[in-house]
């Protein structure tokens, strides 16, 4: 029988048990995962400084119990493994008397629940991590630990968590000299600045990081300081600085993810100046690779809107089938994404009120996360729908051509050609 939704919300890791309260079969795998999930969470509670001791047998009882039904979830997937690995790591520490053993399985578990965007039992397991660790946690642990609930909030638009988290791995950082992590906390928190509307101050930070990046030597924080640099170039309206900015972010991550994250947002900033086919090349490149699930599910988006922007009626109808296959999934801010481009591309084919409708649902869905930005974009396209539609009974509208008017474009132009070919 199916949990109620007023029980799983008394409960601790409440979250993994809406999956067995949804809709899906209780004794489907989704369904299963969620209990096997709680179960190993709630094994790894036991270990939580300040508590009642457990006795050996009572910690025996409930361990052999969790990993009976965890184990049989192993080889049914991804996630099956991270929820045995976590309930036989819980045993370790134990049995060792060593909160640590556990900590490997809590990150890499948290790690591909942000893939996955499952964003809130992300934070449900680095928040165990940091409850369950406590002073006990290695520094090391404890920075990447608070590094990753910010990142996963800010992916939230948890703005206040997001910098409070990141301030504080950022003294941590400090006071143990992790250079490399004290600059991710600065970008990190320059980005918070960036979703919160405010392009210039982001801006300033992220040029002040890049430069001690570049002194340091640090790769992969210079990579993210030129992303931020280009996103605030896009946001500002000036692709043709977000272009070069995009590339060399690409060319200088070393993590598969993060490159592909840079490749996603060349790809879509290349569209902007009219470029469609470097756009698609960007694009179906990412979903080539594959990688995570928000890297990819940013990438289908772009591709339908890729596929409208050229009248292109198949390709749109394709693509947006297998964006709907992913809607359950969708965070707020992609999934209001999705709704307003497959409404701009209904527009594009005439549809005009069916385009009407889903902006409508792409405003609902920003209002009700508190996406401001997007709300304004939004507000601001589907309000031009019917000057649009007016203007296209008298003239069809053709696709822009590219606006490549400078060397760093036509190089990045060339680089992708390669790179696709």
């Known amino acids: 029988m199916p949990v109620s ?5 008394s409960l601790p890791h409440a979250i993994f048990l809406q999956r067995v309260s949804g809709n ?12 096997g999930a709680f179960l190993a969470l709630r094994l790894v509670d036991l270990l939580a400084p300040g508590r009642e001791p457990v006795s050996p047998d009572a910690f025996h009882y409930q361990c052999v119990a969790t990993d009976r039904f965890c184990r049989e979830l192993r080889g049914t997937s991804p996630e099956g ?23 490997p399985a809590l990150l890499a578990y948290a790690h591909f629940l942000e893939d996955e965007l499952r964003l809130e039992e992300a934070l449900d397991v680095l928040a165990t991590l940091l409850e369950v660790g406590g002073d006990r946690l290695a520094a090391s642990d404890a920075v990447a630990a608070r590094l990753r609930i910010a990142r996963v909030s800010r992916k939230l638009n948890r703005f ?16 143990r ?6 600059l991710l906390s600065r970008i990190g928190r320059a980005n918070t600045v960036l979703g919160r509307g405010n392009l210039a101050e982001a801006e300033r930070s992220l040029r002040a990081i890049l430069a001690d990046a570049r002194a340091a030597d640090l790769h992969d924080a210079e990579a993210r300081a030129e992303h931020g640099i280009g996103a605030t170039a896009f946001y500002r309206g000036q692709p043709d600085e977000a ?16 490159r592909l994250r840079a490749l996603n947002d060349l790809g879509v900033t290349l569209l902007m100046l009219g470029d469609a086919t470097g756009a698609e090349q960007a694009l179906t490149e990412v979903v080539h690779r594959g990688g995570n699930q928000d890297n990819l599910t940013n990438a289908l988006i772009e591709l339908m809107h890729c596929a409208s922007y050229r009248r292109d009626r198949v390709g749109f109808a394709r693509w947006r089938e297998r964006c709907e296959a992913r809607v359950a999934d969708m965070p707020p801010n992609i999934l209001a994404d999705f709704y307003l481009k497959q409404g701009i591309g209904q527009a594009r084919f005439g549809q005009y009120r069916r385009a009407e409708a889903l902006m409508e649902e792409a405003l609902r869905v920003a209002s009700a996360a508190g996406l401001h930005e997007s709300e304004f974009r939004i507000e601001r396209i589907k ?19 590219p606006v490549f008017d400078t060397e760093e474009l036509r190089e990045v132009s060339a680089s992708l050609a390669r790179l696709a070919g």
């Open 5 to 9: 939704q007023t029980r799983v919300e």
């Open 24 to 35: 899906a079969s209780p004794t489907s795998l989704e369904a299963r995962l969620g209990q």
């Open 81 to 103: 493994a991270h929820v045995h690995g976590t309930t036989a790591s819980a045993a370790d520490a134990y049995r060792l008397g060593d909160v640590r053993q556990v900590v």
């Open 160 to 175: 206040d968590e997001a910098e409070a988290a990141y301030a504080e791995a950022g003294e941590l950082a400090a006071a």
């Open 177 to 182: 000299g992790d250079r490399y992590s004290e």
């Open 243 to 258: 272009v070069p900015r995009f590339w060399r972010a690409f060319e200088l991550y070393e993590e598969e993810d993060s």
């Open 383 to 401: 309000n031009g729908l019917r000057e649009c539609e007016q203007a296209l009974r008298v003239e069809p509208a053709a696709p822009a051509e």
